[in-house]
């Protein structure tokens, strides 16, 4: 993989692959003329799937919800294709019918965190984390991988993924480090663009419905914060913050990518300014509240033209903001609010609404969000589209984990497997070799899948969550038969015996 990174001296303007159409300029446009003031606000506003029903869906003509990890239909883990759709259409259909007996309609869209395949849904195909597939060093491979995502987001009636993940991790101290491609910023370059256009194609492909709405994230800087601290301090220069951090969202979006969400991490630098001094409390720098970054550079240096999403309850850490108040976040250029529980995005509604009506937030900065949301919502051809359950992968179970896709992944594995040192010529193991396996991740398939795989922190699960999935430890016994593989997690065994000793190691979840 040889390519020559380019280095930006200003933030560069994006060419999209994905171009204005007038005719969609025109419509969008008649849209937001008709919608009232709480419809606009509806679209701004999404919850997670436990926060919401199809009721609130209709009363507050929310225009999204996302599923958090560990979030399913009926809270069921093991939720089928069949059921994922099920209650996509009912979402769908309470959105319809909260539009009946207006002269226009806008269509409801469904999120999810398919970062390394569709991983929140039971039997899909998982693939390596993202800091595996940058050691593969393969952007066509990465482009594979984006196309059967899509596919099999697309069997349970969702419509918009948030990936890829385009952080480049400095600092190994990061909890997150696993979801950044690489420290290296060409190849987070390199991969987000083929990422991009794997899970949503060409325009014409993404209005089909094989293809999902992209999402490069977290703008910008996380992977560079201070000891890597999680949400934490980035103090580089603007220069090495576009040059090292922003990379993948430079071809990213120059790809197509629809969407871009905020980062929790704060930029400590003067030219992150408070955009309200009147206020009194002092901005805290967190980019959630950068009307710095997400407006002036990308929306207009950068001519992004999708819309910006925060984080889950991202916008609570401004300190401008609170759980029931991201007005500050709005005025910085936030075009939906991610706000998954009940009662905050509630609240969030009824104080943006309040905000709205005394122009504290002005009609002008809610229609620039409007505008891009249903852009972007007319581009993925969501107007044209049925219900999820009338879409032609809908509910096709054996699309989830099928074998061509589970093909794939295992190329990714093999792929991203580093050998750091052979001495000996230890390696390959022979058939006939005595073998003593020890670790905590032996026989962990916890441990061997990671974050992002059913649950958030990937914790709760069992080997019967992941159907067809082996451990190392039954590999091995599959591989070289049972008489020689001994398995000691305590190596109280005699080592004299063994040929060789295999230790797999993991880190143990703690939680937050």
Known sequence: MHHSLPHFEDWPRIDSAIKQDPLIETEVARLVSLMTIEEKLGQMIQPDLRGVTPELVKQYKLGSILNGGGAWPNENKRASASEWVTLADELWHAVEEAYRDRPF?????????????????FSATVFPHNIGLGAARDPELIEKIGVITAKEVAVTGLDWTFAPTVAVPR???????????????????????????GLQGSAEELKGDQRVISNVKHWVGDGGTLEGEDRGRNHYDESSLRNIHAMGYFSGLEAGAQVVMSSFNSWVNLANYDHSPQDGEAYNHKIHGSRYLIDDVLKRKMGFDGFVVTDWH????????????????INAGNDVMMVPVYEHWIAVYEKALADIKSGVISMSRVDDAVTRILRVKMRAGLW???????????????????????????????????????????????PDQRVILTGSGADDIQKQSGGWNLTWQGDENS??????????????????????????PSLDVPLSKQDVAIVVIGEDHTPR
Request: contains cysteine.
């Open 105 to 121: 309609r806008v269509p409801f869209m469904w999120a999810t965190d398919a970062v390394h395949g569709h991983n929140n849904v």
């Open 171 to 197: 600092n190994l101290r990061w909890g997150r480090v696993y979801e950044g491609y690489s420290e290296d910023p060409e190849i987070t370059y390199l991969y987000a663009s083929k990422m991009v256009k």
């Open 314 to 329: 991202g916008h609570a850490e401004v300190s401008k903001c609170s759980d029931g108040d991201a007005t500050y976040a």
């Open 384 to 430: 044209d589209k049925p219900c999820p359950s009338k879409r032609s992968l809908a509910g096709k179970q054996s699309v989830l984990g099928a074998p061509e896709h589970r093909s794939v992944a295992r190329e990714a594995v093999r792929k991203s497997l580093v050998l750091l040192k052979n001495e000996g010529q230890i390696l390959p193991l022979h």
């Open 463 to 488: 080997l019967a969550d992941f159907p067809g999935a082996t451990t190392v430890k039954m590999a091995l016994i599959e591989e070289l038969g049972r008489d020689n593989v001994t398995y000691s």
